[in-house]
């Protein structure tokens, strides 16, 4: 071994003493440490459906009845002011009119709000049917990047955790809120429990 030789392997030795000594932890190049992505599958029911839309009525349910209600008192405006005017002219009573015209406003507004929720299920039952047994089973793939969704005929969506506005735990349903808009949701029941809390991890790092 030649002196020069020596002189190196003494001089690293020496190095890894000091390390040693001093509790340091020589450098060594390492990769980024990465979650390990989560994997699940679940098959939709309808009960997915009405939870959703039933998020979604918490969400702008105000919004929807205040619509109903302008609505309704637009179509029976004419006949309250009819009403009214043949109290004028009667000597009839007046606030009776007014307090009669309201409750009809409310309970068109109402009715035409809880027609539209039905038949917004029922839309859902027949996309749940049309669907077909093979796509209504998810398979479900998230990591730190990204949550994608993919059926058994192939149809898959990609969706960057970057593209997210916003994300809220259900009981059965994670709600994601895309950007610019819009709602799409992930069943939870394709995740163990264990997975379930690694999940909301992973969300809330994401869209950060």
């Known amino acids: 071994m030649s002196f020069a030789n020596q002189n190196v392997e003494r001089g690293a030795a020496t190095r890894r003493d000091i390390c040693a000594t001093n ?12 979650a390990p992505s989560l994997r699940g599958s679940a098959r939709i029911e309808y009960q997915d459906y009405f939870a959703y839309r039933v998020f979604m009525l918490k969400r702008r349910g105000g919004l929807l ?8 008192a637009m179509f029976i405006n004419k006949s309250i002011a009819h009403k009214f005017a043949i109290a004028q002219a009667t000597g009839g009573s007046e606030m009776t009119v007014v ?10 507004g109402v009715v035409g709000f809880a027609v539209a929720f039905i038949i917004l299920l029922g839309i859902d039952g027949l996309n749940l049917t049309l669907l077909g047994k093979q796509r209504r089973v998810i398979e479900y793939e998230a990591d730190d990047t990204k949550i994608v ?6 149809a898959e969506l990609s969706l960057p ?6 994300a809220v735990f259900k009981n059965r349903l994670l709600m994601l809120q895309i950007k610019p808009r819009g709602w799409r949701f992930v069943m939870l029941r394709a995740f163990k429990a264990a997975e379930v809390v690694a999940l909301h991890e992973i969300t809330v790092r994401g869209i950060k």
């Open 149 to 154: 969704t993919h059926d058994a005929l192939g």
């Open 23 to 34: 509790n340091v932890i020589p450098h060594t190049t390492m990769e980024p440490m990465t």
């Open 99 to 108: 307090l009669g015209g309201l409750l009809e406003v409310t309970l068109i």
């Open 65 to 72: 009845i205040l619509f109903f209600l302008i609505f309704a």
């Open 161 to 166: 955790w970057s593209n997210i506005r916003n």
